[in-house]
């Protein structure tokens, strides 16, 4: 059974950092693209950060580019989002996603708030 668990989340004050990791478990991690996404209250879920599997090449949003780094550990099965300079329109949930043979995954989120 496929399944994805985010950590890390909680409250910062602005210009702060939080690391988020998706644990994946029942599928063979290191084979699979990795995807951060977030969505704000009132506001579509958007893509914020991809990691390929092979090369491991990474893709960022427009909004966090310079600020977040998307990583993988797949010995640990493990995908990381390092947010730094977290400003207050960063506030979302934040969502871990894998595609498996054309079916998606969601992990069950994790909040993020930065306010002061």
């Known amino acids: 059974q496929v399944q994805l668990v985010e950590s890390g989340g909680g409250l910062v004050q602005p210009g702060g950092s939080l690391r988020l990791s998706c644990a994946g478990y029942g599928f063979t991690f290191s084979r699979y693209a990795m995807s951060w996404y977030r969505q704000a209250p009132g506001k579509e879920r958007e893509l914020v950060a991809r990691?390929?599997?092979?090369?491991?090449?990474?893709n960022y949003a427009d909004s966090v580019k310079g600020r977040f780094t998307i990583s993988r550990d797949n010995a640990k099965n493990t995908a990381y989002l390092q947010m730094n300079s977290l400003k207050p329109e960063d506030t979302a949930v934040y969502y871990c996603?894998?595609?498996?043979?054309?079916?998606?995954?969601w992990g069950q989120g994790t909040q993020v708030t930065v306010s002061s």
């Open positions: 990691i390929g599997s092979a090369d491991a090449t990474t």
């Open positions: 996603n894998a595609i498996l043979s054309f079916l998606s995954y």
